[in-house]
């Protein structure tokens, strides 16, 4: 005799995360790019704000080895960090 119960017939259907899947870098291609975002952090107190560089290098180093899909640095949230931004003006 089985104490088993059944709530229901549904069953679980997976689905991909919303941003697609984020491979390892089995072969260590950004490995360097890591550790220095890594070391930024360690010496910055884990301080993330303070290594937005270190971290925009390590990302787009996955992105051009095609080690996550290629997502425009701005909707990253790097905007600020792209080069010819333009300047804010003084509205007073």
């Known amino acids: 005799m089985s104490t088993a119960m ?4 549904k069953s679980f259907q997976p689905r991909p995360p ?3 899947s984020f491979p390892l870098d089995h072969f260590g291609e ?3 790019f890591k550790e220095k975002f ?3 952090l360690r010496d910055k107190n884990y301080e993330n704000a303070l290594c937005r560089n270190e971290s925009k290098e390590y ?3 996955r992105m051009q080895r095609q080690l996550m899909a290629p997502e425009p640095l701005e909707k990253l949230g790097f905007r600020d960090l792209m080069e010819g931004k333009p300047e ?3 509205e007073c």
């Open 18 to 20: 919303d941003k697609g």
């Open 59 to 61: 990302l787009m180093c």
């Open 6 to 9: 059944n709530f229901g017939t």
């Open 38 to 40: 890594m070391r930024c």
């Open 88 to 90: 804010a003006k003084d």
């Open 30 to 32: 950004c490995k360097s």
